[in-house]
């Protein structure tokens, strides 16, 4: 019932910045945990952010390690839109890029998610 589609993924030099779009359909994308992925050929699924609507202007935000300092994720409830700020790129971070979406503020995992985008790809050359 909820769709996702991610867009903004490109080819960038080391260094530079892209910012990625989710945008939902479906549902009630207000009450969802919206998070951000990667995942390069062989090798596992990586988190790297997740962000939940508090109530009027608070929201939460929950980075992985790998990451934090250089992207930002945010949303825009009105658009029913999910972003991803990624700044000081590395070739480590090529890879293709999905976002979810947990129908739950509880979950089992990280990785517990509900829905998946189709993924957008970033290459990032030396």
């Known amino acids: 019932q909820v769709q996702l589609v991610e867009s903004g993924g490109q080819l960038v030099q080391a260094g530079g910045s892209l910012r990625l779009s989710c945008v939902a359909s479906?549902?009630?994308?207000?009450?969802?945990?919206m998070g951000w992925f990667r995942q390069a050929p062989g090798k596992e699924r990586e988190f790297l952010a997740a962000?939940?609507?508090?109530?009027?202007?608070?929201?939460?935000?929950d980075y992985a390690d790998s990451v934090k300092g250089r992207f930002t994720i945010s949303r825009d409830n009105a658009k029913k839109t999910v972003y991803l700020q990624m700044n000081s790129l590395k070739p480590e971070d090529t890879a293709k890029y999905y976002c979810?979406?947990?129908?739950?503020?509880?979950?089992?995992?990280?990785?517990?998610?509900?829905?998946w985008g189709q993924g957008t790809q970033v290459t990032v050359s030396s």
């Open positions: 962000i939940r609507w508090g109530g009027g202007s608070v929201y939460y935000a």
């Open positions: 479906g549902g009630t994308f207000s009450s969802y945990v």
């Open positions: 979810a979406a947990r129908t739950s503020i509880l979950a089992v995992t990280t990785m517990h998610y509900d829905y």
